[in-house]
C-alpha cells in the first residue's frame, strides 16, 4: 500500500546523505570517551566519495562544462571511481576510471557493473602511481572530444559537497555540542569542509586529519602504503596551503588493527582509513577524557575482506601473523604511529 509520509528519494543519487550516527560504546577500554561514530557506507554508493562525486558532476552540468553524452575521466583507488561510475551512469554519461595495480578487484568488478571503463597504469611515473593515473588522464582527454576531468584534488565542489552535507548533519544532529572531529584525509577535501563549517559556526571544536605513516601530507615522509585512501604519495592541489589543529599519522598495521577490533567490538564492517580513524581515537584517549569525539567512517569493510580481514594477506604485506594481530586487536597495542601538532 503506497504511503505519502514516506520519505521517498527521487533517484539514487537523492538517497545520498543523511547517514546515521551510532555511539560507539565498546571499541575504546575507557569509557571517559563518547565516541561517535558517521557511518558513510550507508550511502547508496557505498561511500563518503558519493558526495563529491555527485556534486562534481551535477555542478559541471549545471555550468555547462559537461553534457549528456560527453565522457568523464578521473583517476580514484576505488572509491570516488565507484561514486562517479554511479553519477555518470544516472546522468546518462560514459566514465574512464584511471587505476593502477594497488586497486582492489572488488572496486573494480563495481565500477564495471555501473558501466564504467578500466583504464590500468602498468608502472609509477618517478616512483608515484598517483602521477602515472594523472599523466593518464591527462593522455586521454587529449585524445578524447567531449570529455570532462572533475579532477578531485582540486575541484572545490569536493570539500564543498562535504560543508553541505556530512559536516552539516554532524553539526545539525548533535546541535552543536560536541569537542573532536577526526577525519581520515587523502586529497583533505571532507578535513577542510569540516573546518571551515565549524569555524564559521563559531563551533569550539578541534578537527584532527588522520594521515598514513608514508604520506607527503604535512611534511610527511614518503614511504610504501597498502591502505587505500588515506594518505598521498604527492601533495593535491586542495591540500596546499592548507593546516589543521593536529595531524595524527596511523601505520598499515593500525588501520588493520581498528578494522578487526570494530567487527570483533561493536559488530561493524568498516573500510581501512576508518580503522586508521578509530585507532586514532584510542591512541589519543588520554588527551580525549570527557570529550564527545565524532569520527568520519569513510566506507565498509565489505570491500576489504581479501586484504584487511584476510590473515593470510597482513601476514604476507604486513609481516603480522594471526597470533599478534590477534593479541593486538584485543589490547590495541600496535606499532606506535607518530603524532604530528600543526
Known amino acids: ?31 571517559q570517551v563518547e565516541l561517535l561514530a558517521k557511518l558513510e557506507s550507508s550511502n547508496p554508493g557505498g561511500s563518503a566519495k558519493d558526495r563529491p562525486a555527485r556534486m562534481m558532476l551535477e555542478q559541471a552540468l549545471a555550468r555547462g562544462e559537461l553534457k549528456a553524452g560527453n565522457t568523464v575521466i578521473e583517476s580514484s583507488s576505488g572509491n570516488m571511481g565507484i561514486g562517479l561510475a554511479q553519477a555518470s551512469r544516472y546522468h546518462g554519461l560514459r566514465f574512464i576510471c584511471v587505476v593502477d595495480p594497488r586497486a582492489q578487484l572488488q572496486n573494480l568488478r563495481i565500477i564495471r557493473a555501473l558501466g564504467g571503463e578500466i583504464e590500468m597504469v602498468q608502472r609509477p611515473l618517478d616512483g608515484d602511481f598517483l602521477k602515472a593515473r594523472i599523466a593518464r588522464v591527462c593522455e586521454l582527454l587529449e585524445r578524447m572530444p567531449e570529455s570532462y576531468w572533475p579532477n578531485q584534488y582540486r575541484n572545490l565542489d569536493n570539500p564543498r559537497a562535504h560543508t553541505e552535507g556530512t559536516i552539516r548533519e554532524i553539526d545539525e544532529a548533535l546541535g552543536g555540542e560536541f569537542d573532536v572531529v577526526l577525519v581520515a584525509i587523502s586529497s583533505t577535501g571532507t578535513a577542510q569542509a569540516c573546518r571551515d563549517y565549524l569555524s564559521s559556526r563559531g563551533r569550539n571544536v578541534d578537527v584532527i586529519a588522520v594521515d598514513a605513516a608514508g604520506s607527503v601530507l604535512f611534511g610527511g615522509s614518503p614511504g610504501p602504503r597498502k591502505i587505500p585512501g588515506l594518505g598521498a604519495g604527492r601533495v593535491p592541489p586542495l591540500a596546499i596551503g592548507q593546516s589543521f589543529q593536529r595531524v595524527h599519522r596511523v601505520t598499515d598495521l593500525d588501520c588493520v588493527v581498528g578494522c578487526r577490533r570494530a567487527a570483533q567490538r561493536e559488530a561493524i564492517l568498516v573500510g581501512g582509513s576508518a580503522g586508521g580513524v578509530l585507532m586514532s581515537v584510542d591512541h589519543l584517549k588520554d588527551q580525549l577524557v570527557g570529550k564527545r569525539c565524532v569520527a568520519i567512517l569513510h566506507d565498509s569493510g565489505t570491500r576489504y575482506l581479501d586484504t584487511i580481514y584476510d590473515d593470510d594477506w597482513v601476514e604476507t604485506h604486513l609481516d603480522c601473523d594471526p597470533i599478534r594481530l590477534k593479541r593486538w586487536v584485543e589490547t590495541g597495542v600496535a606499532p606506535i604511529s607518530n603524532e604530528v601538532m600543526l
Open 1 to 31: 500500500m503506497r504511503s505519502d509520509n514516506l520519505d521517498i528519494a527521487s533517484g539514487v543519487l537523492d538517497a545520498i546523505g543523511r547517514t546515521p550516527i551510532v555511539r560507539l560504546s565498546r571499541f575504546l577500554d575507557c569509557d
